[in-house]
């Protein structure tokens, strides 16, 4: 009982004293755990309880760590070139805090600190930054978009991506190769740069023109080892490529035809006009296949399925991929909406607006389709999002958790299907899948399982939140007992008719450390929030 107690305590030296003495990690094997799988206790102790509050930093668009921590990358404010910076550790401006007499407070405000300007500077080396012009020369035209980046071979290398928009009629030849064109889109061209960070060159770039690609927060590009699929919303087709020591391969096309289809097929285009008829892809077909198939020709309940088969029948023609994700090398989840109208026609009733498709790339099969009320994917949902999310910690070997994933499962994991409740639910959390690649932070303090906080202004998805009007508090889920707060508190006061102010926050992967981003139209505000020994912690609620 007293050796359990004693591994629960959140004592700093009682931590210490655990795991000088070998009590944390007794009976495992050190070499086949993440660096700092035993160090997770200290997350409760040792928090990013200071804010050093409107910082200086260089005229950038901050990005995000790199997965081992080492390196923050940005962009160029006019969104050509990537900036990289090494990153010192939080013991770098240990002495610069301690002669800035930040005191025992949360809040360091002081108007005219040397902090506030030098801060940055020491603890990324900007003096330091590896500067590369991406968009130049052939690419001038085209400028990097700052809500993308991807990291291949854990941290080596990342894929950055820049875009430029196109003028002009599509190619007839993509309707025909193409067959469920969706051209009510704005057109783009992209280049993919992938960048190796190890060197600081560019390792390989793809060029697509003539496309549509959903960009921001990496929805449109999943990731899974060496694996990368690019999903265009124009073809509605999904570009497979794999990546060698910084190479992009192509690999193949999923989606138009089958397999060497394309390759096979006429080439005549003298008859295609605007009434041209043209078959429907074959995941499409597979699709109806498989839900056909799901009727049991001995239910007494046949005839009655086989005409909601029919009723949906056109809704399954016209949809259109919207998302996608590797699940892993061989299984994509498709995610299919009903296609916009041109006229104002209301849609069927009773026909559902979503439909999730696994389907497996060598096979070419379907394997699963569910709706967007289905029970049974919001049961797979909550038993396999670690391995969906696809993003782990290299230090603690953690899977980024989201607060209503966990609400969820501690709750409805083995709920029946009868329950009204349950249907909502799946209604509310199935649209969360696919999963954009790399779009959770793995930052030990955002675990809601850990932590508690409120999900509304600071979550592991990384996206802009509404500000805050009060400081960010971080609860230890066990005791209720408060750890640390965030001010990142709004500049001014809601108004409804007035823009919103958002804040987006950059987690260290695995450090007391994170930049928090404040924007209200055209005007920003960085804060720093780390750790510090002399800052004690309020413990009252007000």
Known sequence: MAYERRLRSQNLVHLLQNRESGYTCAGNQLGRMPRLFYERPFYKCITPCLTIDTVTIPPVYLRKFTPDGSKLLAFSQDQRSLHIYRYRGCASVGELIRRADVGTGECFSSPGSTLKSTIFERLFATKEALTLRLCQGDYSLYYLHREFSIFLEEGRYVLLAAMSVLRGALPIDDYVRYPDLFDKLEVFSYVFFV???????????LFLPHDSIVIAHNHGISVFGSTVAIMSRLHQCIYVYGVTEGKLHVQETVGPRPRDFIEKARSDFDNLDATTVLPITHIKQRVLSFLYRQIDPESPAVQEKRREFYKNFEFVEHMIMERMQLVNK????LRYEERPKDSETMPMTGTPRRLYVFYTISGEEVVGVYPDYSVDLLQIILQFYDEMS????????????LPLHFILKQNFVDANESIPFVRHAALRFNPSVPVSSQSLSPSPYLRFNEFSFDDRHVSPLERPNPC????????DRATQSIKFRLHATA??????????????????PYEPLLLSIQKCMNSYAYHVHLYSHSTVVDPSSA
């Open 468 to 475: 805050s009007a009060e400081p960010i508090v971080f609860r």
């Open 330 to 333: 061989e299984l994509l989840l």
């Open 390 to 401: 696809n993003v782990r910690s290299l230090q603690t070997g953690d899977a980024p958790s």
């Open 491 to 508: 500049r001014r006061h809601n108004n409804p008719l007035a823009p919103r102010e958002l804040c987006a926050f950059i987690w260290h």
């Open 195 to 205: 960048v190796d960070l190890k060197l600081g060159v560019v390792s390989d770039s």
